[in-house]
């Protein structure tokens, strides 16, 4: 079992900044893939950002290339969500997930999911 906390959401005004973090323990964190989703009220679930275990290959959706980075540090279990130039249509609940086992695919099916951290854009 793989225990997700994120951290980080809050209140920001359009233009701003927020850096995300979920921790993870209950597996070695370097064997999982991990992934970053949102939910806007009213709306599906959609991948933000994906990254595979060692960091070397990441995956955006098109629409966020540019301001979003994922990143991660093995050594704290700790994967990382830079947002920046925010906008209002940014507000969402954001997920971190992860997966064990290998794949190929840049949005795979994840299996543990956490509690989500409200990130709200005001403009």
């Known amino acids: 079992q793989v225990h997700l906390v994120e951290s980080g959401g809050g209140l920001v005004q359009a233009g701003g900044s927020l850096r995300l973090s979920c921790a993870a323990s209950g597996r070695t964190f370097s064997t999982l893939y991990m992934g970053w989703f949102r939910q806007a009220p009213g709306k599906e679930r959609e991948v933000v950002a994906t990254i595979t275990r060692s960091g070397d290959y990441t995956y955006y959706a098109e629409s966020l290339k540019g301001r979003f980075t994922v990143s991660r540090d093995n050594t704290k279990n700790t994967v990382y969500l830079q947002t920046n130039s925010l906008k209002p249509e940014d507000t969402a609940v954001y997920y971190c997930?992860?997966?064990?086992?290998?794949?190929?695919?840049?949005?795979?099916?994840?299996?543990?999911w956490g509690q989500g951290t409200q990130v709200t854009v005001s403009s």
């Open positions: 997930a992860a997966r064990e086992g290998w794949t190929f695919l840049p949005v795979p099916e994840y299996s543990y």
